[in-house]
């Protein structure tokens, strides 16, 4: 069974700071990775994923992520934050194949502060 | 275009009482797929349709929950006898179709079961 570990629950930094969320999966085949946002009362929209290919996959809002297979990892960075950025964000991983279900990790939240 | 959308927004239940949720997902979506997000907790699968056939029901928590798709378009997610721990939020997401395909998600129903 596929599982996903988010590192890290609340992540503070201050404006135009760099930033990495950590995500690590577990999973015994190929699967697909992927990153959303979750805006206050809102619905969770996707930043980026990952299927195949290059393993730097660039996003919206300036986010990026690479996927390292061989630590299971598929941390979220952005060079510089706004405030804006503020919000919820959700690792997820989709066995490869199957019929789409989603497993997220518990969500990190990223405060930026003035 | 129109995204997923949900409804009620919001719904407070007696606990014992049924509750309908519905969700119309952005036309022309074949795939569908119900998720529940427990306070501070990231989305967890509930269940999955193809059009109007229900493939996926292994995350529906007890028989008390029921989900159907009769057209293929909008879906209804019933849980009879709500119980507390039935309060979440009901999140509804579309994809175009199946595999590799992004999922939209709505902006939920916040349950709340007193």
Redesign the interface.
């Known amino acids: 069974a596929q599982s996903?570990t988010q590192l890290d629950s609340q992540v503070p930094v201050f404006e135009e700071a760099p930033v990495e969320l950590r995500c690590n999966y577990s999973s015994s085949v190929s699967v697909?990775l992927f990153w959303?946002v979750q805006y206050p009362?809102?619905?969770?929209?996707?930043l980026l994923?990952y299927?195949s290919g290059s393993t730097l996959v660039k996003g919206i809002n300036g986010f990026e992520a690479e996927f390292n297979k061989s630590q299971t990892s598929f941390h979220l960075r952005k060079p510089s934050v706004h405030i804006s950025d503020t919000a919820e964000y959700?690792c997820?991983v989709r066995r490869s194949?199957n019929?789409?279900?989603?497993?997220?990790?518990?969500?990190t939240t990223l405060q930026v502060k003035p | 275009g129109a995204g997923v959308s949900q409804s009620p927004r919001y719904k407070v239940a007696k606990r014992g009482q049924d509750v309908a949720l519905r969700c119309d997902p952005i036309s022309g979506h074949v795939s569908l797929f119900w998720y529940q997000q427990a306070l501070g907790q990231g989305p967890e699968f509930l269940t999955y349709f193809q059009n109007e056939a229900q493939l996926d029901k292994s995350g529906l928590p007890s028989d008390r929950f029921f989900a159907e798709r009769p057209e293929g378009s909008v879906s209804t997610l019933k849980i009879q006898r709500t119980q507390q721990e039935d309060s979440a939020v009901y999140l509804c997401a579309s994809s175009l179709r199946t595999f590799e395909e992004t999922q939209y998600f709505g902006p939920g129903t916040r349950l709340l079961v007193l």
Do not use: D, E, H, P
Request: no cysteine.
């Open positions: 996903v697909y959303y009362n809102q619905g969770l929209q996707l994923k299927l959700f997820a194949g019929t789409g279900k989603l497993i997220f990790g518990q969500g």
